[in-house]
């Protein structure tokens, strides 16, 4: 028992002296904010003082193994070195809340490269157009939707206010009578349509929101394909409803028709998924 006292002591004399290391199970990466800063020097205290070991200069990420008194204890180049942490952005480990698909650019129309599931953790770089986010996954650069990470409070506060989309949709369609249905994947468009076969939609005009893309990476990640007992596709529909024809056109014709019956819009949908966990 004796013995085992001493062990103790010793041990309390050595923590003291070392930097204080972030306790929390997520990693964190720091990059530099070129806003602030397009060099900065790297030192191998937490002070300044004659010990500058080396520079940065572009936005490569740094594992952060440390912060204490305004300095990021950083991994650099396999060296222990210190930053402040005034000049860098730093990125915490966000988790995966649903299945979400990850993209090689920052839209649905981009390549499909892998399907992320509940709990798969990636690496958020910056914010990216359309509320994706460019992510760093097992050394992949690609982008996944927002709505389906778990972004720490420091990331969300980096979102920018206004953003501008460049690209605008339309199109007029006066039936739906067969397959040449021409759609797209984002909310941010306008259409006229003289007609429907219910007459009780005659009044929809879309959503101006991404209130529809919400809704279909929280069914199915985005998958056309995604299946779950009756239901399947990208807005999980019922296989009665798509009538054996399960086309992304067919899909996205219905859906829109499901919603307009129901609904009025797709943002009155994503209203009741909020309110309910389904549409």
Same mark, same amino acid.
């Given at each position: 028992?004796?013995?085992?006292?001493?062990?103790?002591?010793?041990?309390?004399?050595?923590?003291?002296?070392?930097?204080?290391?972030?306790?929390?199970?997520?990693?964190?990466?720091?990059?530099?904010?070129?806003?602030?800063?397009?060099?900065?020097?790297?030192?191998?205290?937490?002070?300044?003082?004659?010990?500058?070991?080396?520079?940065?200069?572009?936005?490569?990420?740094?594992?952060?193994?440390?912060?204490?008194?305004?300095?990021?204890?950083?991994?650099?180049?396999?060296?222990?070195?210190?930053?402040?942490?005034?000049?860098?952005?730093?990125?915490?480990?966000?988790?995966?809340?649903?299945?979400?698909?990850?993209?090689?650019?920052?839209?649905?129309?981009?390549?499909?490269?892998?399907?992320?599931?509940?709990?798969?953790?990636?690496?958020?770089?910056?914010?990216?157009?359309?509320?994706?986010?460019?992510?760093?996954?097992?050394?992949?650069?690609?982008?996944?939707?927002?709505?389906?990470?778990?972004?720490?409070?420091?990331?969300?506060?980096?979102?920018?206010?206004?953003?501008?989309?460049?690209?605008?949709?339309? !199109? $007029?369609?006066? %039936? @739906? /009578?067969?397959? =040449? #249905? &021409?759609?797209?994947? !984002? $909310?941010?468009? %306008? @259409? /006229?349509?003289? =007609? #429907? &076969?219910?007459?009780?939609?005659?009044?929809?005009?879309? /959503?101006?929101?991404?209130?529809?893309?919400?809704?279909?990476?929280?069914?199915?990640?985005?998958?056309?394909?995604?299946?779950?007992?009756?239901?399947?596709?990208?807005?999980?529909?019922?296989?009665?409803?798509?009538?054996?024809?399960?086309?992304?056109?067919?899909?996205?014709?219905?859906?829109?028709?499901?919603?307009?019956?129901?609904?009025?819009?797709?943002?009155?949908?994503?209203?009741?998924?909020?309110?309910?966990?389904?549409?």
């Amino acid at each position: 028992m004796k013995n085992l006292k001493k062990y103790i002591i010793a041990v309390a004399l050595v923590v003291p002296a070392v930097l204080s290391v972030n306790n929390e199970s997520n990693a964190s990466s720091a990059i530099l904010n070129s806003n602030r800063a397009t060099a900065v020097n790297v030192r191998s205290e937490a002070k300044e003082a004659n010990n500058i070991i080396g520079q940065i200069t572009d936005k490569s990420e740094y594992e952060v193994t440390g912060e204490e008194n305004g300095w990021l204890q950083i991994d650099f180049n396999g060296e222990t070195g210190y930053v402040g942490a005034y000049w860098f952005n730093v990125n915490e480990d966000a988790k995966v809340t649903s299945a979400a698909s990850l993209r090689s650019e920052a839209t649905m129309n981009s390549n499909l490269l892998d399907v992320l599931q509940v709990g798969d953790v990636v690496m958020p770089i910056e914010w990216a157009a359309n509320d994706y986010v460019k992510v760093d996954y097992n050394g992949q650069v690609a982008y996944v939707y927002s709505e389906n990470l778990a972004l720490s409070d420091s990331f969300l506060a980096l979102k920018p206010v206004h953003k501008t989309y460049t690209t605008s949709y339309s !199109y $007029s369609e006066p %039936s @739906y /009578s067969n397959n =040449s #249905y &021409s759609y797209n994947d !984002y $909310s941010d468009y %306008s @259409y /006229s349509e003289p =007609s #429907y &076969s219910n007459s009780s939609s005659q009044g929809y005009t879309g /959503s101006s929101s991404n209130a529809k893309e919400i809704i279909a990476q929280r069914e199915s990640g985005g998958s056309y394909t995604a299946t779950n007992g009756q239901y399947y596709g990208r807005y999980q529909l019922s296989s009665s409803y798509l009538n054996g024809d399960y086309s992304p056109e067919n899909q996205e014709r219905v859906a829109d028709e499901y919603v307009s019956n129901r609904y009025g819009s797709w943002d009155a949908a994503l209203d009741f998924w909020n309110a309910n966990g389904w549409y």
